[in-house]
């Protein structure tokens, strides 16, 4: 019997969606208290899995450290976890009874969310904690080379979560992944809101839907080390971030521009750290490892050891390395450095000062329109400043390392496994995504003031009068009198007290 995958693919993601709509309705009844038990539940069901799952990931997409990947899984079922208690997502979730307003959280719906190769376990957990902490159903397309693991964590939460009171079909995913029917589940009308992680092929198809589109991409983003920093706690930072997971973290940095008159400081620490500075001949190479000659990346080049990646390439490192360097000069469509690398390697550029830098940086982050992340080693307040206002950037992390500052792990930022990649047009939002941005809120405001009754009586003449055009603009006049009125005397209010 032949099976067409693509129509079983595309029927499925029509019962997953219609199904997951008809189940959000129950849900969204759900008390935030009855939402949190059950992320609660799930939480802990992946918990006790978490070194199984990383383990399983990383033999399946033979890509990353299983070690780093068991740390993400519990970074959101541990951490996350904790930093959902308490939040308030849906029902009355703010308030003030001075003003008379009152916010209402309601989830959007039905979320369609695309799970990637890099993070498949962690991602996918997160996006199911902050879909049903926000009352929403979710539907996921797992990433066909992830989608053993995948499934399998999905498989446990949906078991504890329907244990716990989920109604079922809130959260599912498609057993046959195509294409064809990951584009009909993002473009059901049952859905109302598209996330893509780590999955750039499906960005066009998730904006083409019409829909809003969460984007959590990774960031070719830059690293800028400035003369006022601690040289060597910034390599320390930029070395342990680079690493982790071997460079697939999607906020990891992907190159480092540095002040020329600490250059050569800078250089010394890196190889005192384990960098290895490539010659020109080794880093063509290695180029020729990472992508084909139409741009598109290769297999098997992800997440792969910086030792691993230079014996491919035709040339031997020490064991102790670490990181793999290309010193370059220039951004460049055809330098393969200038693009993002997901594993240990690094482009090192050096500019004269923090403008020159300034400039680099910017660069690189519009290079491939992703402008996800930037980072800046400094104790120089003032360049902070400049480099905050001026960079096309998401998000901007200060003397930390990007993989653990950009997930909120060394920073205060929300943390998060899904990183919003919006300040390029790429997606609704640039924020480190949580459960607020699953939700709209409905705001609610008393009437606090009234017209008196000259004013009321000018509006209703307004409105009953059709006796001629001097008439209407004698009471046009009027009635906008009496709405000057009403906003002078909102303004009185608000005003400070000692300014009247």
Known sequence: MIIDNDLLSIQQARILAENAFEAQKTLAAFPQEK??????????????????????????????????????????????????????????????????????????????????????????????????????????????????????????????????????????YLGTVTKSGTRELMS??????????????????????????????????????????????AVKDIISSKTFDNGMAPSAEQSIVVDSCIADDVVRVLKDNGAYFMSESESLKLADLFFSPDGLRKKGTV???????????????????????????????????????????????????????????????????????????SGDEEVIRQFALKKPVGRLLVNTPATFGGMGATTNLFPSMTLGSGSAGRGITSDNVSPKNLIYVRKVGYGVRKMDGAQCAAVNEETACHEGSAKMEDNDSRTLQALQQILKEAIDVMKDPADR
């Open 188 to 233: 059901h009308p049952a859905v109302s809101l598209v996330m893509v992680s780590g999955v750039p092929g499906m960005l066009r198809v998730a904006q083409g839907t019409g829909k809003p589109v969460i984007y959590g991409g990774t960031g070719n983003g830059p690293a800028f080390i400035e003369r006022s920093a601690d040289i060597k706690q």
């Open 35 to 172: 939402l949190d038990a059950i992320v609660e539940r799930v939480a802990e069901a992946v918990e006790e899995q978490a070194q199984a799952l990383a383990v399983m990931s990383v033999d399946e997409t033979d890509s990353g450290i299983w070690q780093d990947k068991c740390v993400k899984n519990r970074f959101v079922c541990e951490h996350v976890r904790n930093h959902l208690r308490g939040m308030r997502c849906v029902g009355v979730i703010g308030e003030d009874s001075q003003k008379r307003l009152m916010d209402i959280g309601v989830p959007v719906g039905v979320i369609a969310a695309a799970s990637p190769v890099t993070s498949p376990v962690s991602t996918t957990v997160y996006k199911t904690l902050i879909a049903i902490k926000s009352g929403n159903a979710i539907v996921f397309s797992p990433h066909p080379r992830a989608m053993k693991s995948i499934c399998r964590v999905l498989d446990i939460m949906i078991d504890a979560a329907q244990s716990a009171g989920l109604p079922e079909g809130c959260l599912s």
């Open 303 to 377: 997440g792969v050891p910086a030792a691993t990646l230079a014996k491919r390439a035709g040339f031997e490192v020490p064991g102790s390395v670490k990181v793999l360097v290309a010193r370059r000069k220039y951004v460049s469509e055809t330098d393969p450095y200038s693009r993002e690398l997901l594993s240990p390697v690094l482009a090192l550029y050096v500019e004269a000062d923090w403008m020159h830098a300034c400039e680099k940086c910017i660069e690189l982050l519009l290079h491939e329109r992703n402008s996800h992340t930037l980072v800046i080693h």
